[in-house]
């Protein structure tokens, strides 16, 4: 919004997250019960001798040392996750494109240890990288500037920000995102998850609230937690929750001794990526005018990926980003690259070079990713003079769409917004999850698969992450495979499944007219 | 009996007895009163409270001539010398040990892997995110520093910050040097243990320490059976530069062991290039030390995925967890 006026978001959210039907939730508990009994008698076996224990075990001289991992700490990695663990962790040996190849690994102790056969499964279709814009791409002559500078500059800067660690790129970079992003100043830091964890104590302390939402990132729960503010949690992009507790906070102040919280800080992500959900951008900010508390979004996944012109959520909305106090986000997911960024107002980005504990104490962003993501974003915004930036954003959101439809219609339980390019497709019972990954890996189809303790038990998933390098061909390969094991697993789970056939939504009668 | 009693008893005194019984029977049920109304807040009050609340500023203002908003803008490698606001001087202030940031061959090796893997990882070690690079750098830095396995991480204060409070949660007791970087500070404040400092390298004052949760011990048996004890230190300092007396470290260690005092675990955080002069000067091995965290200064031999990579080596019963 290049006037900055804001258009109002008209069309309607469609976000669902419908329930399984019950008897998949007690075969789920039942084969988590049934897990659990064959561990504690595995456990018997192996602590009376009977069975070999693989597991980690003291050295000789420290047999009189108080254990470093209590028994029951690890009774889940130990017998449910050692099962299925040939699912997670799957070396690759080629950039993490569209189609990546991975390198085959086996077991012969029923995953306790691996051994790499040599072989490589060439071409493996990737719906598992946050690759949405398909910018991790092995080297191309695009890519000369990065080149460059890995030859002028070296591979990295050994300093921190304020010693002698702020090259010329940096600034550069810095600029660049504050003009993507339509805010008054920018500041970048080497890794995403330490951007949040190292920040937020900087900005709130002791005496201040954070209202942060149920399903929020590991790195903003650390950072809230090392901040010592008072951390309150809102149900999941519920906004009569967050509003009951807003009103409770400006109201009744602190807990014991009632005088007025300092500050109230809002936390929201971007697009949830256990859930694929959008945040109600919007509402939000109207709360926040209301109680005037300050909003921290949270952009890792919605930058570059969410938007007419990959802007992120304030974009997808129509809003103003004058709007949102504090705009974070990742270079990981759709630059291919590393590292994170805080935006907004030109006194806060003063304030956090100033205070930030990364600015200080943390090593500063290598060089050559810098200059990638400079290329990356000047490619998206347009500036390096072709519109191949704008055509990747749309057909993303061509894909998205594709995809969850195609989902939908077959039958699946597919969670989040129609428009969220993460799409979880629920398999709720341990077995399938292993199942499901193991024989897509068999058919050249490479899926991320979640479970406890990133989700609920009751809910593990596949998460698949479009990108808008994938071909139709591609998404309709990866389609069929799905339709299969959907009938070959029984997921198809949905009752409410939508007719492949929209435009005879409203026909009365199905009569041919003569 | 009662009855013939009632009877007896003069006018005066059943008249006197009822009105007494009336007005216990009024007390008892009347409504009691507190001294000071209290009652809730009416929604207009509450709407004014609303309205009146101000938050203090997001963020307080800065100076505009604060030193860190003035940078030193650096436009070179920062080798042996390097640019700064457009002069060149001797390098003082880098950690570049080794010199290895502008080595051609680390160069080569960097450019070989850029045109084969690209720049980013796009995902986490445990989607995809792991390459047959890391599992070779995790295995020759295993082989480096003589331990069985080693684990690799993508950011420096990351890696203490998170090691720590894998290991050490609540309850469980670490001895820190008072010098100890801002890194491991945070990492202990995040596990949410019991932190005893120890004065900077004195030997004498950890065992001290030591003694007195010796006592501790004695007194709750049970609690001390379960609690682990660990011992941070690091190799360099990075705060004061002075180097972490390791053969004292283990003769502590050591005894402590022979007089019966509960499991010590030893983490140190050092720079391998300092490291391995560390190893021939304490002549100690680094068998005795269970975990060994470590910055090297370079970017991996093979790729430019990372820009800071941090270690971990461990053995191999501990790294699986």
């Known amino acids: 919004q290049q006037n900055g006026k804001p258009h109002f978001y008209e069309k309607p959210i469609v976000e669902s997250f419908e329930e399984a039907p019950l008897h998949v939730m007690v075969f789920t508990y039942m084969g988590y019960g049934i897990g659990t009994l064959f561990g504690y008698l595995r456990d018997f076996l192996r602590n009376s001798g009977i069975e070999k224990c693989n597991a980690a075990v003291e050295r000789e001289e420290q047999k009189d040392f108080v254990p470093l991992y209590q028994n029951f700490e690890n009774f889940y990695t130990r017998n449910i996750y050692m099962r299925i663990r040939d699912n997670w962790n799957r070396p690759i040996c080629s950039a993490p494109g569209p189609l990546f190849d991975v390198m085959e690994r086996v077991s012969d102790d029923y995953n306790w240890t691996f051994r790499f056969t040599g072989r490589i499964i060439k071409d493996v279709i990737n719906m598992g990288s946050y690759n949405f814009l398909g910018l991790a791409v092995r080297y191309d002559e695009s890519m000369r500037t990065v080149k460059d500078v890995l ?36 500041m970048v830091f080497g890794m995403g998850f330490a951007t949040n964890s190292m920040n937020i104590p900087a900005l709130v302390g002791k005496g201040c609230l954070i209202l942060s939402d149920e399903l929020n990132h590991a790195s903003l729960v650390l950072g809230a937690r090392l901040s010592g503010a008072t951390i309150r949690i809102f149900k999941h992009n519920n906004m009569q929750s967050l509003e009951k507790l807003l009103r409770d906070a400006v109201i009744y102040g602190q807990p014991r001794t009632r005088r007025a919280w300092k500050k109230i800080l809002i936390m929201v992500e971007g697009v949830y990526s256990m859930e694929g959900s959008i945040v109600n951008l919007p509402q939000i900010v109207a709360l926040k005018k209301k109680y005037k508390a300050y909003l921290y979004i949270d952009e890792a996944h919605s930058i570059g990926s969410v938007g007419p012109t990959g802007r992120g959520v304030v974009e997808f909305f129509g809003m103003d980003p004058q709007d949102v106090d504090v705009f974070m986000g990742t270079f990981t997911k759709s630059f291919g690259a590393s590292g994170g960024y805080i935006a907004g107002r030109k006194d806060l980005v003063d304030y956090l070079r100033v205070h930030s504990h990364s600015a200080v104490y943390a090593t500063s962003m290598s060089p050559p990713i810098a200059e990638q993501i400079i290329r990356s974003m000047k490619f998206i915004m347009g500036l390096d003079g072709t519109t191949q ?67 609920p038990l009751a809910e593990a998933r596949a998460r698949f992450c479009v990108s808008a390098a994938h071909t139709r061909e591609m998404l309709d390969t990866v389609l069929e495979a799905l339709d299969e094991m959907g009938d070959l697993l029984h997921l198809k789970y949905s009752r409410n499944k939508k007719s492949a056939r ?6 009365t009668s199905f009569e041919l007219d003569d | 009996m009662f009855v013939t009693v009632i009877s007896q008893a003069p006018a005066y005194h059943l008249i ?5 019984i009336l007005w216990i029977i009024r007390l008892l049920f009347s409504k009691t009163y507190k001294l000071q109304e209290r009652s809730d807040l009416t929604v207009k009050e509450k709407e004014e409270l609303i309205e009146e609340w101000q938050p203090e500023p997001l963020v307080p203002p800065i100076s505009k001539d604060h030193p860190a908003l ?14 700064v606001n457009g002069k060149e001087c001797i390098n003082f202030a880098s950690f570049n040990f080794l010199g290895l940031l502008d080595n051609p061959r680390v160069k080569a090796a960097a450019l070989a892997s850029l045109k084969k893997y690209g720049v980013g990882t796009c995902g986490p070690r445990g989607f995809y995110g792991t ?11 295993a082989k480096f520093m003589k331990t069985e396995e080693a684990i690799i991480y993508s950011y420096g204060f990351a890696t203490i910050a998170s090691a720590i409070p894998a290991y050490s949660k609540r309850g469980d007791i670490v001895f820190v040097d008072r010098a100890a970087c801002f890194a491991i500070q945070k990492g202990l404040q995040a596990s949410r243990s019991n932190i005893k400092l120890f004065e900077h390298n004195d030997m004498a004052d950890l065992e001290r320490l030591l003694k007195e949760q010796e006592i501790e011990d004695q007194k709750n048996p049970r609690k ?24 004292e470290l283990k003769l502590h260690f050591e005894a402590s062991q022979v007089s019966g005092l509960s499991s010590l675990l030893v983490l140190r955080f050092c720079k391998p290039a300092a490291g391995t002069e560390l190893q021939t000067v304490s002549c100690c091995s680094w068998a005795d030390t269970e975990v060994v965290l470590g910055k090297p200064l370079l970017t991996t031999f093979s790729s430019v995925l990372e820009s800071q990579p941090h270690f971990v080596c461990l053995f191999k019963d501990t790294l699986f967890n």
């Open chain 1, 389 to 455: 930036g704008l055509k990747r954003v749309r057909q993303l959101a061509k894909n998205t769409r594709y995809f969850r439809q195609r989902l939908n219609e077959m039958g699946f339980i597919i969670y989040g917004n129609e428009e969220s390019p993460v799409v979880p497709l629920l398999l709720y019972m341990p077995g399938k999850v292993a199942a499901f990954a193991r024989h897509l890996l068999n058919r050249k189809i490479g899926v991320v698969v979640v479970g406890f303790p990133a989700t």
């Open chain 2, 224 to 247: 001390a059976r379960v609690t682990r004890r660990f011992i941070v230190v690091e190799g360099l300092y990075m705060n004061t530069g002075t180097i972490c007396p390791l053969p």
């Open chain 1, 151 to 186: 030859e002028e500059y070296g591979v990295g800067v050994a300093s921190t920000r304020h010693e002698m660690g702020t090259l010329n790129k940096h600034k550069e970079l810095e600029d660049l995102v504050a003009q993507f992003l339509n805010v008054e100043a920018a």
């Open chain 2, 70 to 83: 003035n940078y030193n803008i650096v436009s070179g490698p920062p080798s042996h010398s390097i640019v």
């Open chain 1, 502 to 507: 929209p435009e005879l939504y409203d026909e």
């Open chain 2, 131 to 141: 390459f047959d690079v890391h599992l070779d750098l995790e295995d020759r830095l």
């Open chain 2, 16 to 20: 006197l007895e009822g009105i007494l």
